[in-house]
Nanobody, 125 residues
């Protein structure tokens, strides 16, 4: 069965760091771009970042540029989101999703067909 599982969320102080993981099962990530999204209660889901199937190209929302880094290890069938210099406004549930294309269409566009269940990130002192 196709599945994406996020992990690595938690509570961190402002300025701290977390690394989120998105592990795939039931399919190989080699052919697909993968995106990270986030959503807070009562707010619309927003795109955070996207990485091409090869890992050679990446895209970021303006709000996270310079602080977040997306990467992938296709041998481990896993995509990562390194989150540095975290701010309280980064508090959200973070989701990864599979794009049915090898290349990203910006950081939040395109036919994302499979989604993980999310991992909670809380940035607070």
């Amino acid at each position: 069965q196709l599945q994406l599982v996020e992990s690595g969320g938690g509570l961190v102080q402002p300025g701290g760091s977390l690394r989120l993981s998105c592990a795939a099962s039931g399919f190989t990530l080699d052919y697909y771009a993968i995106g990270w999204f986030r959503q807070a209660p009562g707010k619309e889901r927003e795109g955070v970042s996207c990485i091409s199937s090869s890992g050679r190209s990446t895209s970021y929302a303006d709000s996270v540029k310079g602080r977040f880094t997306i990467s992938r290890d296709n041998a481990k069938n896993t995509v990562y989101l390194q989150m540095n210099s975290l701010k309280p406004e980064d508090t959200d549930t973070y989701y990864c999703a599979r794009l049915r294309l090898p290349h990203c269409l910006g950081y939040a566009r395109g036919p994302f067909d499979y989604w993980g269940q999310g991992t909670q990130v809380t940035v607070s002192s």
